[in-house]
């Protein structure tokens, strides 16, 4: 498996990745983490809530933004320097999540790519939205 290069990297190019997020995801990820916040895990916690239901934690939400870059684009062998998130609207339990990643300039003396960053719903709304740099590979 092999990433791009800098050479291969355009302005404008995306790369996507969708999930479905199960009850399994969440808990896993509370396991994994210690945030076991009642928001997350609890249901009539999570009923009395702002929410209403359980959502699924942000972070997990914004850890798919690391399957797009590391895997698809820029891909295998880049590297993460700085991620900026704003979280728009919660996701829930069940939802269907898009991470869109788009290159928005290329640093070429340095070997960085400043990306746009985007998830979304199943309904097409804007769950996530940020900026990443990455350190391409070769």
Same mark, same amino acid.
Request: hydrophobic share 40%; charged share 20%.
């Given at each position: 498996?092999? &990433?791009?290069?800098?050479? @291969?990297?355009?302005?404008?190019?995306?790369?996507?990745?969708?999930?479905? +997020?199960? @009850?399994?995801?969440?808990?896993?990820?509370?396991?994994?983490? =210690?945030?076991?916040?009642?928001?997350?895990?609890?249901?009539?916690?999570?009923?009395?809530?702002?929410?209403?239901?359980?959502?699924?934690? &942000?972070? *997990?939400?914004?850890?798919?933004?690391?399957?797009? *870059? =590391?895997?698809?684009?820029?891909?295998?062998?880049?590297?993460?320097?700085? $991620? @900026?998130?704003?979280?728009?609207?919660?996701?829930? +339990?069940?939802?269907?999540?898009?991470?869109?990643?788009?290159?928005? @300039?290329?640093?070429?003396?340095?070997?960085?790519?400043?990306?746009?960053?985007?998830?979304?719903? $199943?309904?097409?709304?804007?769950? *996530?939205? &940020?900026?990443?740099?990455? +350190?391409?590979? =070769?």
């Amino acid at each position: 498996m092999k &990433g791009y290069t800098m050479a @291969e990297l355009y302005v404008g190019q995306s790369a996507s990745y969708s999930k479905t +997020i199960s @009850e399994y995801d969440v808990y896993n990820f509370a396991g994994i983490t =210690g945030d076991n916040n009642p928001v997350h895990i609890n249901e009539p916690y999570a009923a009395d809530s702002f929410f209403k239901k359980r959502v699924a934690h &942000g972070m *997990l939400t914004a850890s798919f933004l690391s399957t797009v *870059l =590391g895997m698809h684009l820029p891909g295998p062998g880049s590297i993460y320097a700085k $991620q @900026e998130i704003k979280f728009l609207a919660p996701v829930y +339990i069940g939802d269907t999540i898009t991470a869109t990643c788009t290159v928005k @300039e290329k640093i070429e003396d340095k070997k960085r790519v400043i990306m746009d960053c985007t998830i979304t719903n $199943q309904d097409g709304t804007a769950v *996530l939205v &940020g900026e990443a740099v990455i +350190i391409v590979h =070769g």
